[in-house]
């Protein structure tokens, strides 16, 4: 199959030349129209002179004039351009020079694919931080293209998609404008659009991104993700399981539980504050197996936050559902791996296990001293 064309779509909050420059001077194919289309969303953003003297024909910098989030951007870069295929990137990667030969290789090799998802590595962890994403799994996406060989969806930060395979779907507007959740709710729909045929993986297309803010401790971003969840099960109901509570859920209702007890019966608060007590403890054990299990390192500071990540996230799922009154997303979960399945309480893992085993011993041991 013969490419003609090609949109590389960039949004971009803060353009950096030394990011920028290297993805422009990409090699290109011969024969093959490549044409960018850097969205930067952020009307303060001074865009570097080096970058804006390379507009033209084949550089579209739409510069909006207020911040419009994640979902437009991309969106724009979209209805700009109008070639076959399209490849999104993020503004913060390293790529190799042979990045595009290796996407049009792929197109021609597998004409019938409706996109191909690119690997995305990241530099190894220089902090407790960062080591805690790595074993919390929660980026585990970026290398998807390694472990399977086509997957439900992929990261926007390296992925190709057919603009015939969109139809009028578009990211939509209702996730979080920084990101969260818009890129999976995206490619679900396309796949189903084309009768849930997943996404071909490509791990020679592979890219580095660094770190995010220096490593340093920013837990907005996993909130985030969790609003995004929850607005994934809301608008896709056909991936959503149900499963036992989460830890924020269950605090909450503990929390309005124990207002209510100590209010009819004051002696109960010590026994009810150690439940509080003892649920975070057992978080903590369950997280620290679960760490260990993705050979995270021996260091109390990476336990610590990998169970902060995950409370996190957590605590934005909840948010998201209470903030719109959907008391039917207490216990809900979702399948982003694009399963359809109807059974609810049927996962079952180390971290679980560990959870239920120690909620009852705590309860034991809270009826045992105080009630």
Known sequence: MSVSSLDIIIPSFRPAANYLLPILNL???????????????????????????REGPDLNIIHHQQNQGAAVSRNDG???????????????????????????????????????????????????????????????????????????????????????????????ELYPRAGGGEDIDFFLKVRAHN????????????????????????????????????????????????DLLNT???????????VAAAVWKPQLIPGL???????????????MIQALKRRAPLRP??????LLLRLSFQSGLLW??????????????FNDDGKIRKLNFYRLNSYKITKWIGYPLVCWLAFRYWF
């Open 195 to 242: 009768h849930y045929r997943n996404f071909k993986s490509l791990p020679e297309a592979a890219v580095l991104h660094p770190w995010w803010n220096q490593e340093k401790v920013n837990i907005q971003r996993p909130f985030r993700y969790g609003i995004g969840g929850s607005w994934l099960a809301q608008l896709n109901p056909q991936y959503v399981y149900y």
């Open 78 to 172: 979209i209805e700009a351009g109008h070639a076959p295929w399209m490849l999104f990137l993020d503004d913060d990667i390293l790529v190799p020079e042979n990045l595009l030969f290796t996407y049009i290789h792929a197109i021609a090799t597998h004409p019938q694919e409706i996109g191909f998802i690119g690997l995305i590595r990241m530099p190894a962890p220089g902090t407790a931080f960062t080591e805690a994403i790595r074993a919390s799994g929660s980026m585990d996406i970026f290398t998807v293209a390694e472990k399977k060989e086509n997957h439900a969806w992929g990261a926007t930060a390296n992925i190709m998609i057919r603009r015939s395979a969109l139809g009028d779907i578009r990211f939509s």
């Open 320 to 333: 998201g559902n209470l903030s719109r009154g959907r008391l039917t997303g207490m216990g809900e979960r």
């Open 273 to 287: 504050l150690f439940i509080l007590l003892g649920i975070i403890i057992v978080e903590l054990v369950a997280n």
């Open 248 to 258: 924020p859920e269950l605090l909450l209702l503990l929390i309005f539980g124990s």
């Open 27 to 53: 090699a290109k194919p011969p024969d093959i129209r490549i044409r960018y289309f850097l969205v930067v969303d952020n009307p303060t953003a001074t865009i570097p002179e080096s970058i804006k003297e």
């Open 301 to 306: 500071a990476v336990f610590f936050y990998v």
